[in-house]
Each structure stands twice: as C-alpha cells, then as structure tokens.
C-alpha cells in the first residue's frame, strides 16, 4: 500500500469515527505562557477568530494551524513550541485560532477554507498591524495552514507579507492510489455531518500506547514523538471540522489540486503572482504530505527568492520527518524551528517593515 495520502482525508476519516460521541469544549492551560497575551476578534463577515501571543520588540510572525487543528500545533509546550522559539529570537509571535477551533467562538453557519483566506487572515494581520506598528508579517502555514495562505495571497495579495513559510502542505492530488480513494469516501461521509467531532476520538487516542493499524505512523513519525508529548497532542492539538470544510477538502481532493470550493479558481496557478520571499518544507517521512505533493508549491511559486527544504536524512536531518512532528517532534526545536527563523530573519533585515 502506498505511503501517500491526503491530509485532509486521513483526519477527516478519523473524525467520522467521533460523530457520535456529541460537542467537545476546547480548553487551554498555557503553564510555559506567563506573557502571553490572547484577543478575539471580528472578521469582515461577522465571524470571529483569536489570535494568542507570545510578544516581542521584533518584527511579527503569524502562524497558521492545519486541519481539524488549533494553535496549540505551534504551542505545545515551552520546549515544543515554534511561538516560544520565535520570541526567544526576538520576534512577535501571533497564533492564529482559525473560526471555529481552538479558543474561537464557534459560530453557527457553514464556511470553507475561502473563508478562511478571505475574511479570517485579513483580520488578524490587519490587528497586527494596527498593534505592532508593523507594516508587513511573516506567514508560517502547516498543512491547511499553508493553503490558507496560498488563498489569501490569490485573493488579496502579498503586499502586507515581508516572508512566507509553507510547512507539510500537499497540493497537487492527481495520483489516485488507493488511501486517497479511501480518503475521497470519508471525506464523502462525513459531509453528511454539519459538524464532526474530532475531539473526543482524539482524547480516546491520548489513553492508547499506539493506534490500531499503525494509524499513528500516518499523522507522524513515531521515533520522533515521545509518549508524553504524543497523548498531550491528541488531548490538546485536535479541534472539530466542519461542513463547509469538509465539502471545500472534498472538491480539493476531487480536482486533484487546490482549487476555490466552487472550483472556479486553481490556487496553484496563481503562485506565481507570489512575490514573497517564501519557504516550503516537506517531511521525508510525512504521508499526509509527501514531498512530491508538497514541491508543486515550490515550483509554481514566482517569488524571486525561495527555496525548497526536505525534512530528512537525505537533507542533513536528524530524522526523516513526518507530518505533525515537523511541529511538535522530539528534534523540532532544533531543527525545524531554527529552519523557519534563519529564514524569516534573513528576510526581516532586507526589508522596511516599519508604517
């Protein structure tokens, strides 16, 4: 069986497992977050999102988190957090709780990731902005993250961006083996739902050494996540998903790239209106996002100064990475997240980031 599969619906699948099981509250003891600082927001469509902050004199950086996620996957623990590690260099680290995850309301109604590039990562750089006095932030996007980005930048430009990170975002779709037919399905069921709960299975799988069939070794490398920090994972990391999610993954999937949910728009193809300095970065082990679903980003990309980074042995890396550890993993801090801020550092000082 083939080791490639979508993101998207290897969780949606799991979540289908939970449908039943009622809604979850998220909560949050950030016990390494002393100065941190956390704000609720309005969206231009009357939605809200939050944005926590690990605050700094340098410039900004706005982390995105993934599908049926919060921002506790760039916040784990004081050791497992690229917020804490961005501060420690100076840098403002805002973390982005998408509408309807983590610490945001969870509002009536039915969106898709559109909505999220559209409405949701305008207003939180727009606070920033007005917070910080900084004109332009850095973008860092893992998994679903990264196509928000993608779209935001399609829809309104990279103007207000002085760099972009992509991190384990798979793009293109059009190899049709198995686990994403298999995925294509869930994704199918599960749009039957309005919301999914992801959270309950999550914290069932916290109690567990290992998953049945080696679920695990799909969401990470497991040589890579030690106990402890796998079961606060699933406890802490996982939020819901919702329709409008679901259906715009499922037409994703389907097209076989990223496309708008009403397939009007291929997000790739506008990358290479992309000026921004940017980043992309694939886990050599990662089967949600395998590098060759990942590197299409890279390609398209017209940004002037970018680069590609495999996440393995091959690349000088400790470890071949998965998906999730190349956030959260036993070797992120001091390999990944040194990867991320040389960049965003090398960008910052080339730019005018002052209003």
């Known amino acids: 069986m083939t080791s490639k599969l979508s993101a998207l619906g290897c969780i949606a699948a ?8 009622g809604t979850s509250d998220e909560t949050f003891e950030h016990a390494h977050c002393n100065s941190a600082e956390d704000y609720t927001l309005p969206t231009e469509d009357e939605a809200e999102v939050s944005l926590h902050r690990h605050p700094a004199d340098g410039p900004p950086v706005l982390l995105v988190h993934g599908v049926s996620a919060n921002h506790r996957s760039w916040d784990l623990t004081h050791d497992r957090s690229l917020g804490v590690a961005l501060q420690e260099a100076g840098f403002d680290a805002w973390l982005l709780d998408l509408r309807g995850h983590g610490s945001a309301p969870k509002p009536d109604g039915n969106w898709s990731m559109d ?18 006095g900084f004109s332009r932030v850095a973008y860092v996007g893992h998994s679903m993250g990264g196509m928000v980005g993608i779209i935001y930048q399609a829809i309104h430009g990279d103007d207000a961006l002085f760099a972009m990170v992509i991190v384990g975002t798979p793009v293109e779709f059009s190899d049709r083996d198995p686990l994403i037919r298999a995925s294509r399905a869930a994704l199918v069921a599960g749009g039957a739902f309005s919301t999914v709960h992801t959270p309950p299975m999550a914290r069932f799988a916290a109690s567990m050494r290992s998953l049945p069939l080696n679920a695990d070794t799909l969401l990470f490398n497991p040589d890579n996540m030690e106990s402890d920090a796998r079961a606060q994972m699933y406890q802490e990391v996982v939020s819901p998903m919702y329709r409008g999610e679901i259906t715009h993954i499922r037409r994703v999937v389907r097209d076989a790239t990223l496309v708008s949910l009403d397939g009007s ?11 921004t300095p940017l980043l992309v970065m694939a886990g050599a082990a ?27 042995i091959e690349g000088e890396y400790g470890v071949d990475y998965g998906h999730l550890d190349l956030q959260m993993g036993d070797k992120a801090s001091m390999e990944i997240y040194p990867t991320i801020i040389e960049w965003i550092d090398t960008e910052a000082t080339s730019m005018t980031l002052i209003q």
């Open 14 to 21: 799991m979540g289908l497992w939970t449908t039943s099981c």
């Open 286 to 312: 990662d089967k949600i996002g395998p590098p060759d679903r990942v590197r299409p980003i890279f390609e398209m990309a017209g940004s002037p100064t970018k680069a590609f980074v495999l996440a393995g």
């Open 115 to 132: 909505d999220y590039g559209q409405y949701d990562v305008p207003a939180a750089i727009a606070f920033i902005q007005e917070k910080t």
């Open 265 to 275: 728009v291929d997000y790739v193809q506008t990358l290479s209106q992309l000026q």
